[in-house]
């Protein structure tokens, strides 16, 4: 059923908003336009009409220049990226191919420049990190814990709580804090972007060179890097045990380290790869979107570096919470 | 435009060639959209071509198929033969729209790379060069061991005019050299500009730069002029009258 609309009053910019408020609520099929109305007017009814698809009637004579005929819209493209061109992309940079001896050098010092920023500019704050994260998360466990006598099965159950879950989300937080430029750059380089032709004009394939060394230092460095993570984690947990229980170290370490098995490290590292794999995802995702990749670093540099700017002072707080209370038990303040 | 070469009958004649690159019958595609129908333009030695054009025309699309990054069909020639990049390393210098540094190499590293991995050059070498092209380009021994994400935005396109020109290039291509600068370092990027010998430039600009030859590209095809020439072209006149 044809729904018409017709303007006969004077339409001017000051009743604008109620003309929006009206077409909204009308929806109308047709608009038949009697009165005087103005240039702005005419840009609302006009952009109506488009995101309607449909006819304006314009009766008036200072407007029917502007009569408005509707053409089939053109669909609007879902995917702006051309399948077959990126088929040649991945087709012409996945294929390995032997490199050159000066292509190798430059391979070489890539990937140490890669390992280096994930690896060795990350170690510290990984360490010192995971020692706060021990002591927090202790600190939490031990509290809810205690007041039940069940003082020495929380340790297990926080053991396995560090290195399953704490351990591997806290490298994959580090390294998309520290390293995510460099993770979402590395996906950009698939695509046609400056850096990769200047790469290209010195006979240097950008993936292979790029990509591939980058990928070969993530393989390597996450693991060592949650290896890191789990002990000073483990560490950061025996102190603050013998802070609060007052059990001697050799006994928390005993009971830490009773249930650590290679399986474990295994299986925490899977898990360093699998979050990292879905970070990986969602950054290549967006920043295969055009001209979104810039965006997709701030924001998940952002993200990451808020949570770790919350890690560190809510470990920083604890440590200082946990040792006054500690010292006012013993009486020492 | 022409050069004296020796014949097989060695007589000194007139080059048999003219141009030092050329496009020819060039159709270009996104998907099912041409980008370029059937467009043509040549650049003689030591001259300057200047591709203007509204924004979304297909300039750097343009730039990328000359490249080799993106398909196309049609001729592109380097002194009468097939293009082709990987052969003339050592012949085009690149200037990005960014600079296309490397983030994680410092300047130096980053200009003398071509003298490495393109000339075949030991770092120690290639260096020393970098250092004395540094100093041609007016880059100050503070920005040698910088990274270029603590450069200025004037300061990245003269260290990326810098790597371009570090091999002697004959063809220069630059994409948007002063796009994103003030007047002030636009005006100087021109005069560093202006002050290249011997090479010819090939040039995507929305900006005021001078050429002996301009090439606007609207709706899909180029018109091709001088300044003088274009000046009261209906389409083109509107972006030479900028110049």
């Known amino acids: ?333 | 435009m022409t050069e004296k070469q020796t014949n097989i009958y060695g007589f000194k004649n007139e080059s048999s060639y003219q141009d030092l690159f050329s496009v020819q019958n060039l159709t270009s595609r996104a998907g099912n959209r041409v980008i370029h129908d059937n467009i043509s333009f040549s650049i003689g030695k030591s001259s300057r071509f200047i591709i203007m054009g509204s924004s979304g025309a297909g300039k750097s699309t343009l730039l990328k198929v000359i490249l080799g990054s993106h398909s196309y069909s049609g001729k592109i020639l380097w002194k009468n033969q097939n293009f082709d990049i990987s052969q003339l390393a050592h012949n085009i210098g690149f200037q990005a729209q960014n600079g296309g540094l490397l983030s994680n190499y410092t300047v130096a590293e980053n200009i003398a790379m071509p003298l490495q991995y393109v000339a075949n050059l030991n770092k120690n070498h290639a260096i020393e060069i970098a250092w004395a092209k540094m100093k041609l380009f007016d880059l100050n021994s503070d920005t040698f061991h910088k990274y270029p994400s603590s450069l200025s935005g004037g300061m990245i396109k003269r260290v990326a005019l810098a790597k371009a020109m570090v091999l002697d290039p004959e063809l220069l291509i630059l994409d948007e050299p002063t796009s994103g600068l003030d007047a002030v370092n636009s005006d100087n990027f021109v005069a560093l500009l202006d002050s290249l010998k011997n090479v010819s430039v090939l040039c995507v600009t929305h900006d005021s730069i001078d050429g002996d030859q301009y090439g606007i590209l609207h709706d899909k095809k180029i018109i091709i002029g001088s300044k003088k020439e274009l000046a009261n072209h209906e389409i083109a006149g509107k972006f030479v009258g900028k110049v």
């Not at chain 1, 709580?161 to 804090?177: A, C, D, G, L, R």
Request: charged content about 15%; proline content about 4%.
């Open chain 1, 1 to 333: 059923m044809s729904n018409t609309l017709i303007l006969h009053e004077l339409w001017n910019t000051q009743n604008l908003e109620i003309l929006i408020n009206k077409l909204n609520q009308l929806q109308p099929d047709e608009i038949i336009i009697k009165g005087e109305i103005t240039e702005n007017v005419f840009c609302v009814i006009k952009i109506y009409a488009m995101q309607q698809n449909f006819l304006v009637k314009c009766n008036h004579e200072n407007w029917q220049h502007s009569i408005y005929t509707p053409s089939p819209r053109e669909p609007i493209p879902v995917f702006q990226y051309d399948l077959a061109e990126i088929k040649k992309i991945f087709e012409d940079n996945l294929i390995i191919k032997p490199l050159t001896k000066s292509q190798q050098i430059f391979w070489i010092d890539y990937f140490n420049r890669m390992f280096d920023l994930l690896f060795t500019q990350n170690i510290w704050v990984i360490s010192a990190l995971g020692f706060l994260m021990g002591i927090l998360s202790v600190n939490e466990t031990y509290e809810a814990l205690a007041q039940y006598g069940a003082h020495f099965n929380t340790l297990p159950l926080w053991h396995s709580t560090t290195y399953k879950i704490i351990s591997p989300m806290f490298v994959n937080f580090i390294i998309s804090s520290r390293s995510c430029s460099a993770i979402s750059a590395s996906f950009k380089k698939i695509a046609n972007d400056d850096e990769s032709i200047s790469l290209k004009l010195m006979n240097l394939p950008h993936v292979q060179l790029i990509s591939h060394p980058f990928f070969v230092a993530c393989i390597l460095a996450y693991p060592l890097l949650n290896l890191i993570s789990i002990i000073s984690c483990q560490l950061g947990g025996v102190f603050m045990f013998m802070m609060l229980s007052r059990i001697g170290p050799l006994f928390v370490l005993h009971e830490i380290f009773r249930d650590m098995r290679l399986i474990s490290i295994f299986d925490s590292t899977l898990r360093v790869f699998l979050s990292g794999i879905c970070a990986g995802f969602i950054v290549s995702i967006i920043g295969f979107q055009k001209d979104k990749v810039s965006n997709a670093d701030m924001l998940i540099s952002t993200v990451s570096n808020t949570i770790t700017a919350i890690l560190i002072s809510s470990s920083v707080v604890t440590v200082l919470y946990s040792m006054m209370r500690s010292m006012l038990i013993k009486g020492t303040l």
